[in-house]
């Protein structure tokens, strides 16, 4: 299991450039006009977590293997994109997959970089961009009720599920995302989504990409954009893409010294990752040993079976049991044979919900 974030935005917005500095992949080409991602960019990095170092100075593996993101950064929308319009709708598929957008919305002035709408105005922005993910949606609806409704003459689910898709494209059409129809919660409307992956139903983050002059103390653009987020339930992270891939090569001391040079205590990467693993309610647990200490990446409130079986299917098929420290007691006890000796490490059954951070042994029948 891991997270997957699809970077939209309309062009030259810091896109690319956000997604080079968030990748350390400079591979995504960034230029001063429109259109210039045309393949989607995917890349697959590390989650950053600072405990699975502090797990290798006492265990002393071989590797260390975090959780990872994938990125997906897409051509730049723009208004009429559901319709045709730039390089069209066949970037949005891209995008279907993932778990997350990361919505770059540009929140700076630079006469040099021009804007495809001729003006600044971060919430015009971000409504031409949720209108064409909108857009998308009913396009796929639509078609999807077509065949309903061939189905539904001869099949009673077809018919329920034909009333759900026709409630929803009516929401649609009143502008309204998926994420706040009534029924989101019905069978029919889960299977739906399950199928379409419905745009407007995935959570979002804005990435506000100010200037250099910003980074410390934010501009008007990001103030009422937070304004707009807060609204609509979703979250606001500052970055400043320029500065992002400054930090491109950096070793972690002089990267560390230069974020606290600008005030942050996080990088743009560590923002999104945190925000896009809390919105999604996912949480990391550990195994350590002499030839790896791993994070593995499951949804909060997963029983024991179920996270053993994110290592590999047998595990939660066969489980018998877990043995279970916490994070905070292998650091304070200096391992397992201490916590252990110390009455720390704890034999945990199939009932037994995994916390953040828990050091993990499973014991299973092949």
């Not at 400054?246 to 990752?273: A, P, Y």
Request: proline content about 2%.
């Amino acid at each position: 299991m891991g997270l997957s974030i699809g970077i939209v935005g309309l062009p030259n917005v810091g896109k690319s450039s956000t997604f080079n500095a968030l990748t350390k992949a400079q591979n995504a080409q960034s230029a001063n006009y429109p259109f210039c991602t045309i393949e989607p960019n995917r890349a697959v990095v590390n989650v950053p977590d600072k405990r699975l170092f502090e797990l290798a100075k006492i265990v002393n593996p071989e590797r260390i293997l975090h959780s990872v993101v994938e990125f997906v950064d897409i051509a730049g929308l723009v208004k009429g994109a559901s319709k045709g319009e730039g390089l069209g709708n066949q970037f949005l598929g891209n995008i279907k997959e993932t778990d997350v957008i990361l919505h770059i919305v540009r929140c700076f002035d630079d006469s040099d970089i021009t804007h495809v709408e001729g003006r600044i105005d971060p919430i015009k922005d971000v409504e031409i961009i949720e209108l064409e993910l909108l857009l998308a949606d009913i396009d796929t609806l639509s078609k999807r009720i077509d065949k309903l409704e061939r189905q539904a003459k001869a099949d009673k689910d077809a018919k329920v599920m034909l009333e759900c898709a026709k409630d929803l494209l009516g929401h649609f059409h009143n502008n309204q995302p998926a994420k706040t129809f009534a029924d989101v919660d019905s069978e029919a409307f889960k299977t739906l989504n399950k199928e379409l992956r419905f745009l407007s139903f995935k959570e979002v983050i804005y990435g506000a990409n100010v200037d250099e002059n910003s980074i410390s103390t934010g501009n008007h653009y990001l103030e009422t954009l937070k304004q707009y987020a807060q609204a609509h339930n979703a979250e606001v992270i500052m970055l400043c893409a320029k500065l992002e891939e400054d930090m491109v090569g950096m070793e972690e001391s002089e990267r560390k010294e230069f974020l606290d040079s600008l005030g942050c205590k996080e990088s743009g990467l560590e923002q999104i990752i945190r925000v896009g693993f809390c919105k999604l309610g996912l949480i990391s647990y550990f195994t350590a040993g002499v030839k790896e200490v791993r994070a593995w990446t499951i949804h909060k409130g997963d029983s024991a079976p179920v996270a053993a079986g994110v290592i590999h299917k047998d595990f939660e098929k066969g489980f018998i049991r877990a043995e279970t420290i916490s994070y905070e007691d292998f650091i304070k006890y200096g391992g397992e044979v201490k916590a252990k000796e110390a009455g720390a490490l704890r034999v945990e059954g199939k009932d037994y919900i995994v916390a953040d951070g828990d050091v993990m042994h499973f014991r299973f029948n092949v």
